[in-house]
């Protein structure tokens, strides 16, 4: 099993739609989790971090869910420059909080 | 500040050949990594270091050197280049107490033939 699990897509959406993502990580001590978004042949950028609470930036929500191991990212409202990769990321190791476990990513195309 | 830099940007290397890809950062940060993407799939570390003169493997090491003479500086160093090699590969740094939010370097696309 992969340590981190995305759907790859792509998610083809008109704009104004509102779209979701799931991504499951299979280490249960895994303790940090973010969302990375990646542009067509560009370089990996943080999106948002993911609380326990759930949490909010604009139009981005992302909630975890550590009884079944997965994390979520809705987007609402989409826009057009909202196409790109969506990558899940995980906290690999809490004893060395620095190594990072990327998902393969999710893709957004948002159509007019 | 220039942030992440790397070069090149594109290289074509013939099998069995050697290079070293260039990664510097301008932000005095003490951590620093490489990874390789390879088409649809994740990012894989290669190597970490964690400040001038201390290096480590990553999960995909084989095949490729570090060096870390320096905080700015951190080379890729392929030897002996191979197919399975063909990738993008990114350098990334981050703030000591905020190693989530890694900086990229927009990345080197490296093929081999």
């Known amino acids: 099993r992969k340590e981190v699990e995305q759907d790859p897509g792509p998610f083809n959406v008109p704009e104004g739609a509102t779209v979701a993502f799931n991504c499951t990580y299979s280490?249960?001590?895994?303790?940090?989790f973010f969302w990375y978004r990646q542009d067509c042949r560009k370089e990996p950028k943080l999106l948002m971090s993911?609380?326990?609470s759930g949490n909010e930036d604009g139009r981005f929500t992302a909630q975890l869910n550590r009884a079944s191991q997965y994390i979520s990212l809705l987007i609402r409202d989409s826009k057009l420059s909202d196409s790109a990769t969506y990558l899940c990321?995980?906290?690999?190791?809490?004893?060395?909080?620095?190594?990072?476990?990327f998902g393969s990513g999710t893709r957004l195309l948002v159509r007019p | 500040n220039a942030g992440v830099t790397q070069t090149p940007k594109f290289r074509i290397l013939k099998i069995g050949q050697s290079m070293t890809l260039q990664c510097a950062q301008d932000?005095?940060?003490?951590?620093m990594y490489w990874y390789r993407q390879d088409p649809g799939m994740g990012l894989k570390l290669i190597y970490y270091?964690?400040?001038?003169?201390?290096?480590d493997k990553g999960e995909v090491p084989n095949g490729y050197n570090v060096s870390r003479s320096t905080t700015e500086d951190f080379p890729l160093r392929l030897e002996l280049a191979a197919p399975s090699q063909t990738s993008v590969y990114f350098c990334?740094?981050?703030?000591?107490?905020?190693?989530?939010?890694?900086?990229f370097g927009p990345g080197t696309r490296l093929t081999v033939t």
């Open positions: 280490n249960s001590a895994s303790q940090s």
């Open positions: 990334a740094t981050h703030k000591e107490q905020a190693s989530y939010e890694q900086y």
């Open positions: 932000m005095n940060h003490n951590y």
């Open positions: 993911v609380y326990s």
């Open positions: 990321v995980v906290n690999a190791n809490p004893f060395s909080s620095y190594k990072l476990i």
């Open positions: 270091s964690v400040g001038a003169g201390i290096t």
